[in-house]
T-cell receptor, first 113, second 112 residues
Framework: DVKVTQSSRYLVKRTGEKVFLECVQDMDHENMFWYRQDPGLGLRLIYFSYDVKMKEKGDIPEGYSVSREKKERFSLILESASTNQTSMYLC????????????FGPGTRLTVT | AQSVTQLDSHVSVSEGTPVLLRCNYSSSYSPSLFWYVQHPNKGLQLLLKYTSAATLVKGINGFEAEFKKSETSFHLTKPSAHMSDAAEYFCVVSFNDYKLSFGAGTTVTVRA
């Protein structure tokens, strides 16, 4: 089974802090994604990566950056957290040519106060 | 503009009765289509996917969906609801290779 793990299940940060969300997968998938999930809005793509050191902006990249130094790890960075970034963050991976099934991690619920 | 719309934000059914979750998309192309389910406090799980093969797609747990190009719809059905079907369901469309566009979600409640 594909396993996608996220570093924290719940996280509370203060406004202005730098926040790192980590995602690790164990299936050697080329593609990795970061989404945020908000009630009534579904999931919205923040960034994705189709190879090590490669990244592409999604639909809502403002206020976020990403890093993929190794194939199995994809990090989401909030340079200066703001209250409107309070949300559920989901990491996903997918193998091979897209579109293909995405496998999701359990999510990190981030609260920025 | 390309978009995906789930027509019901909440559906309530009795156990043993049929479930219908409606999804329409807007696209100039023939997209790839998916349904995902999210149980409370769990990650998203793929129910089924359509990628231009048979228009009636069977998924896990007794769900199926029919792609109707003329209606730009991809509705999800199950003949008999079970209590374990209570969850949030997302219709997902891929308009290009990497990006998935998610609908707003439909919450299903199953009454005993």
């Amino acid at each position: 089974d594909v396993k996608v793990t996220q570093s924290s299940r719940y996280l509370v940060k203060r406004t202005g802090e730098k926040v790192f969300l980590e995602c690790v997968q164990d299936m050697d998938h080329e593609n990795m994604f970061w989404y945020r999930q908000d009630p009534g809005l579904g999931l919205r793509l923040i960034y994705f990566s189709y190879d090590v050191k490669m990244k592409e902006k999604g639909d809502i990249p403002e206020g976020y950056s990403v890093s993929r130094e190794k194939k199995e790890r994809f990090s989401l960075i909030l340079e200066s957290a703001s209250t409107n970034q309070t949300s559920m963050y989901l990491c996903a991976t997918a193998a091979g040519a897209m579109p293909n099934e995405q496998y999701f991690g359990p999510g990190t619920r981030l609260t920025v106060t | 503009a390309q978009s995906v719309t789930q027509l019901d934000s909440h559906v309530s059914v009795s156990e043993g009765t049929p479930v219908l979750l409606r999804c329409n998309y807007s696209s100039s192309y023939s997209p790839s289509l998916f349904w995902y389910v999210q149980h409370p406090n769990k990650g998203l799980q793929l129910l089924l996917k359509y990628t231009s093969a048979a228009t009636l797609v069977k998924g896990i747990n007794g769900f199926e969906a029919e792609f109707k190009k003329s209606e730009t719809s991809f509705h999800l059905t199950k003949p008999s609801a079970h209590m374990s079907d209570a969850a949030e369901y997302f219709c997902v469309v891929s308009f290009n290779d990497y990006k998935l566009s998610f609908g707003a979600g439909t919450t299903v409640t199953v009454r005993a």
